[in-house]
């Protein structure tokens, strides 16, 4: 039986007290009771549980066949389980294919979910090699821990119960799995009476200590409190101290944020009123305040879990938009409980955060930054022990996570613990997924904190014998001899001594030149160039031949920049890495060199009709490559620089990844004045395919080819003056115009009454008809018209009624003082889209109640139209 320290007794505003954010200290209970030792379940900031623990040392015989792929997950390999998945003697063809997938994928979902569901039609002596390898693959898969732990109970082994529940209790703070282990806590204890029911009752409190934050935990909360009510009182002591177990437990729950708190306190309010009225009115008064804040809390949390998926396993990131989606949700709700919605005290928010962060690590258990701030959070909350603990976990999760590495060595480091952040470093250097080039660095610079030169310089030594070397690690330790230690000699004999071995690295050569460069060593400086280009093959030497030319603009003189610049200019033509550009673009070369800084020799309409020439220079001749300039007034100080390569993350040298470059052949220059390039429409039948009649040269001629219900919704459509239309104009005359529906091209078309802004733009489209009478698509409107576009703009700023002529028809009396009253058809419509949106459907709303629709009452009215006899 696992017990908890805290005492029971104490009350924080919102759930149990306990000594820590959910950390218990256990012990075995004699009787029949679970075992959870300190060593097997540890606390949750423990991670996944040790290969060296003692409930491990005496697993089931069931699951000691799968001993040796629980242990390669407990230290955060899961490909060392999806390797055990290599016996196909006894397979159906679906095991044998989700086995398949899973040796490919470690993280195959549908893949385990198959095989899964296979092991549940199985004894558990062949389903417990299944769970085991399921469960090392995802440590924090609560609903497969209770399928495995029911199938255990169901086969009555005990010992493999109670190894189970000390794995996964303490850091899968799942419900129904928390409820599986009271219902066997429950069936061990009932047959030994009063010591049974004490056994039960720690059990209960030990699991709402752990769990009685979750949302769904109503239920949970109602079950204790049925087993206090349930218990028997001989006495009446016995009787006093169960009343007041209930109602101690009462007032924990209506203080929980869960799913059913507005039924626990409405039993609250029923048992305090059956035990005294006079006591129920100031206890209710008391508790009321607390509980509605609660509820309320309830009801905001309840949106940020109903976006959750309970059902996701922890699977590394994707990137997919159901994993983005879920990790926004659980930030958001961490977010929530940071805020402290119901005025916790210091111990009840941090219990409270702390659980909400173990169960998102239970769905996003792959993801570093979750780590991190989990770590940060009890960091800056004054539990520098929880964090170093956090930080453990992480490492165990993610041991290939090298930025989780450096965090928690900083962490370490910054509040003295030296020797743990050195062994975090030693960690990193002798993994081999992460052994690079950057851990030795880091290592390197640490230890010249913490030790010295000395010590930096032995690291150095050892890090030059690593396969993972590269030239960053001379770059490195030149530098801390010459920026820290103040010792250029030292400084120089590193770079020379490294010069020996990547002379072929480009990026090397041009540290080593910046290097020279800051000791003022001109002379040196050129004859490191000249030894570079000596032995870089000519493909690879265009960006040292950028940096000479650089140099000598800066320092040389006149003639040896011109030398310098016609010695580039010929060995890159030799491999078409600048070829015509350069001898085209010779002003772009004067231009870089007499720029400085942001300084430029010429006007930036200059730049830009020098890129748009060298653009047309690189489509006429394919040869010539676009990429070897930077268009605009963003010019490097060297033209013509091409970077093939980017570095790869983690200082892994001189490898990179070639950069997907667009083919420029294919581009074509912007040009307002290019006109409308439209495709004609297929030929019809039995026109020769010669024939151009149809061909397409204005916007008119495209009308002709369009739908006619789609030729009069574009006619509609106001002059574009300027780059893109004004929002405001389009939604006016939209919700002014009577948009047509054709049920098909042949169907005649309906004018509408009111008159449109086409007919104000151009006089000779008022007319839709034709003599016999058929419909014809509306005339486009001139939009490279003046009078045009005034008359559009007016029509649909100001689209006052033309006003009717008097008839000398009496007018009804009654009527008279309503047409007197002015409408908002005589007023211009407003230009607030949001109103315009809530007029168009008022007046939808009244040609609903109406049964028709006038086309001439106008958009804005809100009345109800109809006939008026």
């Not at 002591?237 to 059913?260: C, F, I, N, W």
Request: glycine letters at 6%; charged letters at 20%.
């Amino acid at each position: 039986m696992i017990k908890s320290m805290g005492s029971s007794s104490g009350v924080a505003a919102g759930g149990l007290a306990t000594d820590g954010p959910l950390q218990a200290d256990t012990k075995m209970m004699e009787g029949g009771g679970a075992v959870v030792t300190p060593a097997a379940a540890g606390s949750l900031e423990d991670g996944p549980p040790s290969t060296t623990t003692t409930a491990n040392a005496t697993v089931a015989a069931a699951a000691s066949a799968v001993a040796p792929a629980a242990a390669a997950a407990d230290v955060g390999v899961p490909e060392a389980a999806a390797a055990a998945l290599t016996n196909t003697a006894t397979m159906t063809v679906n095991e044998r294919r989700a086995r398949e997938s899973i040796a490919t994928n470690p993280y195959d979902v549908e893949a385990w979910t198959a095989l899964c569901n296979e092991a549940q039609t199985k004894p558990i002596g062949e389903a417990a090699p299944v769970f085991e390898q399921f469960l090392a693959t995802f440590p924090t898969a609560a609903r497969y821990w209770r399928m495995y732990v029911d199938a255990q109970i169901a086969a009555n082994d005990d010992e493999a119960v109670k190894q189970i529940f000390s794995r996964c209790l303490l850091h899968c703070l799942h419900v129904d799995l928390w409820r599986s282990y009271v219902r066997y806590m429950r069936k061990v204890n009932d047959s030994r009476g009063p010591e049974g029911r004490d056994e039960m009752r720690k059990a209960f409190e030990f699991m709402l200590s752990h769990i009685g934050f979750d949302i769904t935990a109503g239920p949970v909360w109602l079950e204790y409190i049925s087993f206090l009510k349930a218990a028997p009182a001989l006495t009446p002591q016995e009787e006093s101290q169960r009343m007041t177990a209930v109602r101690k437990a009462y007032q924990k729950a209506v203080l929980a944020p869960v799913h059913l708190v507005e039924q626990i306190w409405k039993e609250y309010e029923n048992f305090e009123n059956s035990v005294s009225r006079a006591l129920a009115k100031g206890l209710l008064a008391e508790y009321q305040p607390k509980h509605f804040s609660a509820r309320a809390v309830y009801r905001e949390r309840k949106k940020y879990c109903e976006r959750i998926d309970a059902n996701m396993l922890a699977v590394p990131p994707t990137g997919s938009y159901k994993a983005r989606q879920q990790c926004l949700a659980w930030k958001q709700l961490l977010t929530f409980e940071k805020g402290n919605p119901q005025r916790l005290d210091a111990v009840g928010l941090s219990k409270h955060v702390a659980f909400t962060y173990e169960q998102c690590l239970m769905y996003l258990y792959h993801y570093p930054d979750i780590w991190y701030d989990y770590a940060t959070w009890h960091a800056q909350n004054g539990s520098p022990d929880s964090a170093a603990v956090v930080f453990q976990r992480a490492l165990k999760a993610l041991p290939d996570t090298a930025v989780l590495h450096y965090a928690y060595a900083e962490f370490e480091e910054a509040r003295g613990g030296i020797k743990e952040a050195k062994g975090v470093y030693e960690t990193l250097i002798s993994n081999d997924s992460t052994a690079n080039a950057l851990a030795y660095i880091q290592l390197m610079r640490f230890v010249r904190r913490t030790e010295g030169v000395d010590a930096a310089r032995k690291v150095f030594f050892e890090a030059r014998k690593a396969p993972a070397c590269t030239y960053h690690v001379y770059v490195a330790s030149a530098n801390l001899e010459l920026c820290i230690d103040k010792d250029p000699k030292v400084a120089r004999n590193i770079f020379e001594l490294g010069l020996k071995k990547y002379i072929h690295e480009p990026a090397y050569v041009l540290e080593y030149v910046d290097f020279l460069c800051r000791m003022n060593d001109d002379r040196n400086v050129r004859v490191l160039f000249e030894r570079a280009l000596s032995v870089l093959p000519p493909e690879e030497s265009a960006e040292v031949w950028n940096r000479f030319l650089a140099f000598e603009q800066m320092y040389g003189d006149l003639v040896s920049m011109l030398k310098v610049e016609q010695r580039r200019k010929e060995t890159l033509s030799q491999t078409g890495e600048d070829g015509s550009a350069v001898g085209e673009g010779s002003l772009q070369q004067l231009i870089a060199r007499y720029r400085f800084l942001d300084l430029w020799p010429c006007s930036t309409f200059d730049l830009d009709h020098i890129t748009h020439q060298q653009v047309l220079l690189a489509m006429m001749n394919p040869q010539v490559r676009c990429s070897s300039f930077t268009p605009g007034p963003v010019l490097n100080s060297v033209p013509f620089a091409v970077v093939e390569k980017a570095p790869i993350a983690g200082g892994t040298g001189g490898a990179g990844v070639n950069i997907v470059r667009p083919d420029v052949s294919r581009m074509v220059l912007y040009d307002p004045r290019q006109g409308f390039a439209l495709r004609p429409p297929p030929l019809p039948p039995g026109r020769p395919p010669g024939d151009t009649s149809l061909a397409i040269k204005t916007v008119e001629d495209a009308f002709k080819y369009l739908p006619s219900s789609v030729g009069s919704f574009l006619a509609r459509l106001p002059a574009v003056t300027g780059p893109f239309p004004d929002p405001e104009v389009v939604m006016t005359v939209l919700l002014q115009t009577e948009l047509q529906v054709v049920m098909d091209e042949g169907a005649t078309q309906a004018v509408p009454t009111s008159a449109s802004p086409s007919t104000l733009g151009d006089p000779s489209a008022s007319s839709n008809k034709t003599q016999s009478g058929q419909s014809v698509p509306p005339r486009p409107p001139n939009f490279n018209s003046q009078p045009s576009l005034d008359a559009w703009n007016s029509s649909a700023l100001n689209p006052r009624p033309a006003r009717q002529p008097p008839t000398s028809k009496r007018k009804d009396p009654e009527k008279v003082e309503e047409e007197d009253m002015p409408t908002t058809q005589a007023r211009p419509p407003p230009r607030d889209v949001f109103r315009l949106r809530q007029l168009q459907r008022a007046r939808v709303g009244s040609s609903v109640q109406s049964g028709s629709t006038s086309g001439g009452s106008g958009a804005f009215s809100g009345e109800r139209s109809g006939s008026s006899e």
